[in-house]
């Protein structure tokens, strides 16, 4: 009987003018299940018509909860999955109100975190705005350059930027709050410049901490955006080069950001003579975490002959597919203390699936090595389960060998 005009004894007029669909249905169905529907037919206050119009409710989406109230069959799709949590939590249909959010969980991503925490709030899931939080905290770059960033309601916006655990860089910050001023003009029919900007932005400017920037950073950037005012910038280059620093508008402790977690898989480290070396050959590990985290870098030992500089390529692999790599340099001080490694940004890792990180290293021949590895590490609420990997030419596995720690936040 979905969508069927058979015995149908209402029908509803969906979508906003110009786009609505007519949709059929039967009365008692609806009211069965849903409480909205029931008091709408058969309440108190129950008007006989028979024709409903809801311009607020998209006719995909208003179909997709009609589907599930007539066959318990729940059908998402990422791009009507918002509109379909609206009609859900409309009409009260707790069911495939939690599939939404469980299928919105499922496709996070630092893309659209952003607009997802905007609608997190608007419908009032905590659950899901905590993810949201968890990856903009983590991957704060990627998720505020993203186009969706830019999207979001001017609260969202100030709620962001009020964020202390940010991983992100100030002047990064600026850069995207501008970003996000200009497509607020476009939205509001105004010419995109920054006077324009910073009327829409409001108080919102005054989140961005600009002292924390460095000199050189405020001098390339905010103070040529002609954003702020001229007694604005003329202060805060005074607030970085005068003893007698002027009061500033803006906050001026710089952002915690997140503390990186660090995961030690062996129990000892030792050195030989003879081995361990390198000659450009692949230490590889594989290993699986029974939460999703973010992989922001490895641990590595150095050389174990005094100091020494190291060029090293690392890499994460998912399934053969390389999901971030970097190649760069860290120096070693001759001691057995694992030195931190980063990849260019902190790499979503979901749960129960094995993943590949290796490193290739170049310098001094002779270094530490792990021994009495551990299978299974619990690392704060986080489980750790390691495996030897095939693309591992150099001798490291789980009971020993090198990349002694896995750097992530969770």
């Given at each position: 009987m979905f969508n069927n005009e058979q015995m149908a004894d209402v029908h509803f007029i969906v979508g906003p003018p110009g786009e609505t669909q007519r949709v059929p249905a039967h009365k008692y169905v609806l009211a069965v299940g849903s409480s909205v529907f029931g008091a709408m037919f058969y309440g108190d206050l129950a008007?006989?018509?028979?024709?409903?119009?809801?311009?607020?409710?998209?006719?995909?989406?208003?179909?997709?909860?009609?589907?599930?109230?007539?066959?318990?069959e729940i059908e998402l799709e990422a791009d009507t999955v918002l509109a379909t949590l609206y009609s859900a939590k409309k009409y009260i249909v707790p069911a495939l109100a939690?599939?939404?959010?469980?299928?919105?969980?499922?496709?996070?991503?630092?893309?659209n975190a952003c607009v997802l925490l905007s609608q997190s709030r608007l419908f009032e899931e905590p659950e899901l705005t905590q993810r949201c939080w968890e990856v903009?905290?983590?991957?704060?770059?990627?998720?505020?350059?993203?186009?969706?960033?830019?999207?979001?309601?001017?609260?969202?916006?100030?709620?962001?930027?009020?964020?202390?655990?940010?991983?992100?860089?100030?002047?990064?910050?600026?850069?995207?709050?501008?970003?996000?001023?200009?497509?607020?003009?476009?939205?509001?029919?105004?010419?995109?410049?920054?006077?324009?900007?910073?009327?829409?932005?409001?108080?919102?400017?005054?989140?961005?901490?600009?002292?924390?920037?460095?000199?050189?950073?405020?001098?390339?950037?905010?103070?040529?955006?002609?954003?702020?005012?001229?007694?604005?910038?003329?202060?805060?280059?005074l607030w970085f080069t005068a003893s007698n620093k002027p009061m500033l508008e803006f906050p001026l402790v710089k952002r915690a950001g997140l503390a990186p977690q660090r995961c030690h898989r062996f129990q000892s480290s030792a050195y030989r003579s003879n081995q361990w070396r390198y000659r450009g050959r692949c230490d590889s590990i594989q290993f699986a975490v029974d939460r999703r985290?973010?992989?922001?870098?490895?641990?590595?030992?150095?050389?174990?002959?005094?100091k020494a500089e190291y060029s090293v390529r690392i890499e994460l692999k998912r399934q053969g597919t390389v999901l971030a790599q970097n190649f760069t340099k860290f120096?070693?001080?001759?001691?057995?203390?694992?030195?931190?490694?980063?990849?260019?940004?902190?790499?979503?890792?979901?749960?129960?699936?094995?993943?590949t990180v290796s490193a290739v290293l170049d310098g001094n021949e002779l270094s530490y090595f792990g021994q009495e590895g551990m299978t299974e590490v619990q690392?704060?609420?986080?489980?750790?389960?390691f495996q030897c990997s095939s693309d591992s030419t150099n001798g490291t596995g789980v009971q020993g060998g090198q990349i002694p720690e896995l750097v992530f936040y969770c």
């Open positions: 008007e006989g018509q028979s024709e409903i119009h809801i311009p607020d409710v998209e006719p995909a989406a208003f179909l997709i909860l009609l589907k599930y109230m007539y066959s318990d939690k599939a939404c959010v469980t299928f919105l969980e499922t496709s996070l991503e630092a893309k903009i905290d983590a991957q704060a770059e990627l998720a505020l350059r993203s186009e969706g960033f830019c999207e979001i309601d001017l609260p969202t916006l100030e709620i962001i930027l009020q964020r202390e655990t940010l991983n992100i860089r100030e002047v990064v910050v600026f850069q995207v709050v501008l970003s996000w001023a200009a497509a607020e003009c476009r939205r509001r029919g105004l010419l995109v410049t920054p006077r324009n900007q910073r009327a829409v932005l409001g108080k919102a400017l005054y989140l961005v901490r600009i002292p924390s920037m460095t000199l050189q950073e405020f001098a390339d950037g905010a103070a040529q955006s002609d954003v702020l005012t001229l007694k604005e910038t003329r202060d805060v280059f985290i973010f992989m922001a870098g490895l641990g590595l030992y150095g050389s174990s002959s005094g120096l070693s001080d001759g001691s057995s203390s694992t030195f931190p490694v980063w990849f260019e940004h902190p790499v979503q890792v979901e749960q129960d699936t094995f993943y690392c704060g609420k986080v489980t750790f389960q």
